[in-house]
């Protein structure tokens, strides 16, 4: 079906003699013409970075949606602004199916469509821009019928994921005739989750799968359907096919395009936690074989992006198998700060919380602390002091320093 993209796509840039690219409506991008000629100049940083990075910022996003480029239902022409990195002027062609944008195709100006009749207020368009507009509705048919086969795919996901264990093996079942009815799957074949969080799920249109090695069905879940999954506030799951249980690297390259896009965002951060954590991450289960297992594997992957986002130094990409202590603090239920600990917790004594917790991750050694937190010996003796006063606890005592370093952990979670 990606094949007729590009070739509906070449048919409007042949029509009208300009070099065209179609992104969906997440401005994640599917196909693009050719760019006739040599001049460097004439070429804009914004469809360079959409090719080479196969999606455009959040930033160039909100730029061209302030044109009401998602309502428009003809053509729109968006004029060039250098100091968005927008050198060229576009036509945008918005690509409707039902009512529904999913898409836009986007043409390049270099003035030779300047005069062209765009049609709408009473005015017909030119024949040129009313063939490609009748193309645009080709694309928007072809974007729905892929949309609908992945909701489909990715409402069975989403059963297999909230099932209780007993109705795993039907769900599984139902799952697997989905995927190999519409991308030939067969059983046995190494699988594994991403898991995407926070996500936005506001948006509930369906959207076609980004074209990426192995995804296989996507589906969001919204915070607290699966136990544990509170914490981590509304995600999304992807299911990736492996070419063996051990690399993971498809499923690398599909967590790095879904963090780049707009819905992986960060979410407001509540209770009593160390340093805020920053935007969306993600986490990726072990390779599993069978698809009734699936759900364990989304727990670690979900698992793992919590905590990729409470320390930063795992992510923002990071396996269930690299993420240390956390496997097991994951799985713990959410409680209060002990109460020795919760005093340390508050932010006016966020300076001494991190040094503790350096202090810990560095087994206890001073002079590795001092050096990690750039101050002097004596000033982590004084900190530690006051740790001590604060907490009432003894960090010459091993099981002090274990209730410590794992209230300080927990509480990034």
Not at 189 to 213: E, H, I, N, Q, Y
Not at 318 to 326: F, L, N, P, R
């Amino acid at each position: 079906m990606r094949g007729d993209y590009q070739q509906l796509v070449d048919e409007i840039s042949a029509a009208l003699g300009a070099p065209a690219t179609l992104e969906d409506r997440d401005f994640g991008l599917i196909a693009f013409g050719a760019h006739e000629g040599e001049d460097d100049e004439v070429m804009d940083p914004v469809r360079t970075r959409s090719i080479l990075q196969r999606r455009s910022s959040a930033a160039v996003r909100a730029w061209f949606e302030a044109f009401g480029i998602a309502r428009a239902t003809t053509a729109l022409r968006i004029p060039p602004d250098p100091a968005a990195g927008v050198f060229r002027g576009r036509i945008c062609l918005p690509v409707r199916h039902q009512g529904i944008a999913h898409g836009y195709v986007w043409l390049l100006d270099d003035g030779h469509l300047s005069d062209l009749a765009l049609g709408g207020h009473g005015t017909p368009p030119d024949p040129r821009i009313a063939q490609a507009m009748e193309t645009a509705a080709r694309i928007g048919a072809l974007l729905a019928a892929e949309a609908r086969a992945g909701t489909e795919l990715g409402d069975l996901l989403r059963e297999l994921l909230l099932v209780e264990p007993a109705g795993r093996p039907a769900a599984a079942a139902a799952l697997r005739d989905a995927l190999r009815d519409t991308l030939r799957f067969t059983s046995g074949v190494p699988l594994t989750l991403v898991a995407v969080a926070p996500w936005d799920t506001s948006d509930t249109g369906a959207a076609p799968l980004p074209t990426l090695p192995g995804l296989l069905a996507v589906c969001a879940l919204r915070a607290g359907e699966l136990p544990g999954s509170a914490a981590a506030g509304p995600a999304l799951a992807a299911l990736v096919r492996l070419r063996s249980t051990g690399a993971l690297t498809p499923a690398h390259t599909v967590a790095e395009h879904l963090l780049r896009s707009p819905r992986a965002s960060a979410a407001p951060v509540a209770g009593h936690q160390p340093p805020r954590p920053g935007p969306g991450a993600a986490g990726i289960g072990i390779g599993v074989r069978e698809l009734t297992d699936l759900p364990a594997a989304w727990r670690e992957a979900l698992d793992a992006a919590r905590a990729a986002r409470a320390e930063p130094r795992l992510g923002p990409i990071v396996q269930w198998d690299a993420i240390g202590s956390y496997r097991m603090l994951t799985a713990l239920p959410t409680t209060d700060p002990d109460p020795a600990i919760g005093p340390l917790l508050t932010p006016a004594h966020a300076e001494l919380a991190r040094t503790a917790e350096v202090f810990l991750d560095c087994a206890g050694q001073a002079g590795r602390t001092a050096q990690a937190l750039g101050i002097h010996r004596q000033t982590l003796y004084y900190r530690l002091g006051r740790v001590e006063k604060l907490t009432g606890l003894d960090l010459d005592d091993g099981e002090h320093r274990l209730l410590l370093h794992m209230a300080l952990k927990a509480a990034r979670l």
